[in-house]
T-cell receptor, first 112, second 115 residues
């Protein structure tokens, strides 16, 4: 069965610092991988997705993620965090017509 | 273009009562999904409609949950009777295509509290 692990429940970073959110997945074939963000009172918004090709994926709001098959990872990165990035981030995996499976989320706090 | 909307935003009911959640997908999206997040846990898939048909309802917890999508437009999710463990945030999402690489657009969720 497919699964996603986000080992960090809560992360705090200073504004302007770099960010990396970890995601490990389990999937029997080539996965489709996603990162979503949920700001307070909002629905989930897709940041980026990977299906094939270049393993470094660029998304919205200056985020990027790198697919590493050997490590079954899809970590999300941002070089310089802004206060508006404070939110909850979800990694997800799917494939073909299979339903999408989400991780438990990582809450990001940004301090001045 | 309007996004996915959900009603109500919050609902507080007592154990044994009935609650109906509503989701209006983005116009033209044939695929509609329901998810649930219990506090601190992952977002779990409940079911998937393609137009008015249930494509996959493998995530529905039990027969106290009934989802409908009459006419292939909006959808309702009824919980009857509600139990304490049904508390959580219920998300609805819609997409144009069914293949999982199609972006799912999420609503803001309905927070259900069962006392």
């Amino acid at each position: 069965a497919q699964s996603v692990t986000q080992p960090d429940i809560h992360i705090t970073v200073s504004e302007g610092a770099s960010l990396e959110l970890r995601c490990n997945y389990s999937y029997g074939a080539t996965p489709y991988l996603f990162w979503y963000v949920q700001s307070p009172g909002q629905g989930l918004q897709l940041l980026l997705k990977y299906f094939s090709g270049d393993t470094l994926v660029q998304g919205i709001k200056g985020f990027e993620a790198e697919f590493k098959r050997s490590q079954s990872s899809f970590n999300l990165r941002k070089p310089s965090v802004h206060w508006s990035d404070a939110a909850e981030y979800f990694c997800a995996v799917g494939g073909g017509y299979q339903k999408v499976t989400f991780g438990t989320g990582t809450k990001l706090q940004v301090i001045p | 273009e309007a996004g996915v909307t959900q009603f109500p935003s919050h609902s507080v009911i007592e154990k044994g009562q009935t609650v109906t959640l509503r989701c209006d997908p983005i116009s033209g999206h044939d695929n509609l999904y329901w998810y649930r997040r219990v506090m601190g846990k992952e977002i779990k898939f409940l079911l998937h409609f393609v137009k008015e048909s249930k494509q996959d309802e493998s995530g529905m917890p039990n027969n106290r949950f009934l989802a409908e999508r009459t006419g292939g437009t909006y959808s309702t999710l009824k919980v009857q009777p509600a139990e304490l463990e049904d508390s959580g945030v219920y998300f609805c999402a819609s997409s144009q295509g069914a293949v999982s690489y199609n972006e799912q657009f999420f609503g803001p969720g309905t927070r259900l509290t069962v006392l």
